[in-house]
């Protein structure tokens, strides 16, 4: 070995304690890049798996009863592959030992068993026999949730008629990734069940022999599954299709895709701000460091080494400790990858997980960072090789240090020399400690960035859940029914006060664009189910026009006064235009409101409602169960309060984890810069140190300039941190916008308390470390030997 | 005139009963390793310091007159052997009372001056005026050693025999019992060498304070009270001097 390879070796096992620290800043930046990307490219992975193993369709229509013949006429339409027809519907379920009601969404299977098209995943158990109408398969969340098992019953309100269910299989779909009940943001496993029944069990249920009121198509490859589902429209338009829609609409499939759009800007966005901040403190870290060898560098230069051969051995110290960061940020980021990959595999039921992240993101960021860290090396050996190696070896001449504003006046009487110190050695290389400032405060901010995920979403389901609900209970009415309905409602057990809604399907048409979604009919102002502005407050919806989110404004490209082109999908399918008369904002869907009366006018219609949100007495709540349980028209019931804790539940399962990593990471950040700043500020400062220690300064006192130096910089580095986290944030939260979600743009104070500690105590722990060396400062060394 | 003022001390010392002793090392051995790879860097040294007068410990570099400044400096510890100050052991003080000791009684000079850059030269003493628990002024300090119009300069600004004469006077600041000069002319000219023992002289005729002086360079012991010779880690002889003279007639 080159003895100058030798010297590299023990030169790194010298610093070993600094090559870990920078090494943990570059394994920051890419372990990030690996965890965000890999669990991306994994989850697009498993679902593209999924989907195509288990023959996910690629068109969904609904409608009221279509003869099974049409299935023909329907493959016929160019393009399509396979067609099946199917009945699906709506129905309460009553489990034993749950008191609320819960929901389940029927669907039939054919006489083979598997169905053609979104083939079930069977988990354990069989398909049903259909020469039994009773059995049927439960998907496995729900089995999970309630702790159901092959044998077991389940008792369910099939369109009025009481029945009891045995269950003979367990399994997952790819239409249920997202299992997600009517309305509801969040799967709830306890309270949302899918069923999948003989398709004579069900068609007997509904009155649908010989008919079906639901069809999935897959499409030959190239195409275009917009033209198919206009002419699937036509053709059900009689049979009462509440419009087909492309996969890309199909609810689960929608909920999953948002998901990974969300994760796809947090991974552009979260790992290029860790990967440029570890890229410059790498870089400023590994500059110091070369500075440090100044003398070392002269040496060589007087040896006969050129100025290519000492810059290579500098990059190859570089190159190694980047190597080791790249590793460990590899091996880490595919560790937390799997982690959040398996995590979501548990939030979306997914029969099998692929965790496979692409190379690139491997290649990309380790590329990065060592592009960064050989820059850092390249400037600073520049720098050295550029002395003449007489000057070089020389000590460097005594810094210049000038008189500022500390040094004069009545301000100087305030500090001791030790403080003046600390203050002159910051100011003396303002750009060197502005760096370390805005490193530490970078730490600061990705923690800020990490922590105002929380807030966004409690300020969310603030917004959602508490100022824009007031009710306890929406129920879904298998049909519409008249405004008695609501007098029926307000006698059960417990209802302080009832409100009625008219749900319709539409597709919502403005110039080029459309959209299918479900119109709200609502009072004028309502008291339970508020149309709320998240900027403004309750809305009073005004007559005669169509009250839409700005979500859905950007969707259609509409504005105030545009008029929209409503084509029902339901009853006598009018076609009507109608003027925006109010665009709201919501952090959540893109939905359209108008008034009730209107709703009812548009449909041809008396005043009926198919929705009723009701105010419940928490005491009386088990026996309005009970009641609900029974009550014939009731499709679906959702529980406000069990919605939010559905909501935080997930939420904290998910995010916290996500913010926990991201906070490790920015922790390990914050250590890397202190430790790193202090550890080099000690090697070129040992002499002076150890001269104080000499003279008769205590430990604690050299620590308190070394170290309180560290600490002033870090201090410094807060409100700064403070500052760039709050635009990071706030600008991450606005590039959120997901037909999903938007995220309200919130920092609470609290997030920058917490960033501040937690960066502060990381700056703490650095400091202890390197106080440990300062204990075993050579005192006897400094009186004789220069450097 | 300067020789008379010189001959009159000489005389008043004559006249004085034999002075205290400040410090007294005895059988101070210092070996760094163990077994074959053992050093022996003091074998066995006896060293008393009196009261108020300047020594000067004349040796060849490796000859052990560092370690011994190191430890009667509470820097180092011997292998064997003790040192007593002020009636207590110091070679039985532990960290903190040795950094005490130090703080308050003893005064380092070193061969690179060794001042913190970041402070002016009034600044560079206080460093220790702040700690110590009688100092004189900082200005007053510097005044002694003739750099009172150098006082807001940085070390930058000042010449090595200015930074050296600073760092003697953020030695002497604390009216230290005893003044540790570890060669400190090792990094200057000659002529910049004698003005910096003049202002040492200076310290220990005007201050009283007991001066040890560490240099390789024969010349300079003629302004020693006493020459203490070491060699090989043992003192070979000490010699009371005769003939002091004074450091601005000393060259080399």
Known sequence: MHPLDRKLFRDLWHIKGQVLAIALVIATGVGVMVQSLGAIQSLQATADAYYERYHFADVFAHVKRAPKSLARRIADIPGVQSVEPRIVDY?????EGFNEPATTYLSSLPDLGQPLLNRLALVSGRFVDHSNPDEVIVNKRFAEAHGLTIGGTLTAVINTTKR????????????????????????????????WMGEAALAGAFDLDGAFNDVTLTLLPGTDPEGVVQRLDTLLARYGGTGAYARKDQISNWFLMSEIDQLKTMARLLPTIFLAVA????????????????GVIGLFKAFGYSDLEVGWHYMKLVMVISLIGIALGALLGAALGHLTTSLYAEMYAFPFL?????????????????????????????????????????????????????SSGRLSGFFDQPTRMIFRQVFRWPVRSGLTVLGIAMSVAVLIMALQWLDSINRLIDVYFVAAQRQDVTVGLTEVRPPSVQEAFKNLPGVQAVEGERDVDV?????????????????????????????????????????????????????????????????????????????????IGYPAYMRLEAVNRMMRETEVVNRVHLRVDPREQDALFRKLKDTPYVAAVTLRQASIDMFNETMARTLLVFVGIFAGFAAALAVGVVYNSARIALSERGRELATLRVIGFTRFEISYILLGQSLLLTVLALPVGCFIGNRLALGMASSFNTELYRIPAVIEPSSYGYAMLLTLGAAVLSALLVRRRLDRLDLIAVLKTRE | ?????????????????????????????????????????????????????????????????????????????????????DGAEITRFNDARLTRYRRDHVGFVFQFYNLVPSLTAEENVALVTEIAPN?????????????????????????????QRVAIARAIAKRPRILLCDEPTGALDSQTGVVVLEAIERINRELGTTTALITHNAGISAMADRVIRLADGAIQDVSINGHKIAASELSW
């Open chain 1, 354 to 406: 692929l965790f496979r992240p692409h190379p690139a993101s491997f290649v990309a960021a380790g590329a990065l960072s060592l592009a960064a860290a050989t820059l850092g090396t390249a400037t600073a050996v520049r720098r050295a090789v550029r002395l003449a190696p007489a000057e070089a070896m020389r000590p460097p001449a005594p810094q210049s240090f000038s008189r500022s504003f500390l």
């Open chain 2, 135 to 163: 100092p004189m002024k900082p200005s007053e300090a510097l005044g002694l050693i003739g750099l009172g119009d150098r006082q807001t300069h940085f070390p930058a600004q000042l010449s090595g025999g200015e930074q």
């Open chain 1, 279 to 294: 890229a410059f403190l790498t870089n400023m870290v590994v500059d110091r460091l070369i500075a440090t060898e100044r």
């Open chain 1, 507 to 587: 597709r919502a048409r403005f110039g080029s664009r459309s959209k299918r979604l479900s119109l709200a009919g609502m009072t004028e102002r309502q008291g339970l189910f508020i149309v709320y502005d998240d900027a403004g407050g309750a809305i009073d919806l005004p007559p005669g026009g169509l009250v839409i989110s700005s979500k859905l404004a950007e969707i259609l490209g509409a504005e105030l006064g545009s008029r929209i082109t409503l084509d029902v999908l339901e009853g006598q399918r009018p076609v009507v235009d109608v003027p925006v008369v109010r665009i709201f904002d919501t952090y």
């Open chain 1, 164 to 195: 009891s269910l045995r269950i003979v299989g367990i399994a997952l779909s790819p239409e249920h990734v997202y299992a997600i009940g009517p309305g509801a943001l969040m799967p709830d496993d306890k309270r949302y069940a899918v069923l």
């Open chain 1, 91 to 95: 129905a309460t379920l009553d489990i």
């Open chain 2, 1 to 85: 005139m300067q020789t008379d003022q010189r001959e009159a001390d000489d005389a008043r010392k004559a006249d004085a009963p034999p002075a205290k002793t400040a410090l007294s090392a005895r059988g101070l051995t210092k070996v760094y390793g163990t077994g074959e790879l053992a050093v022996w860097a003091l074998r066995g040294v006896d060293l008393d310091l009196r009261e108020g007068e300047l020594v000067v410990l004349l040796g060849a570099s490796g000859s052990g007159k560092s370690t011994l400044l190191n430890i009667v400096g509470g820097l180092d510890r011997p292998t064997e052997g003790s040192v007593h100050f």
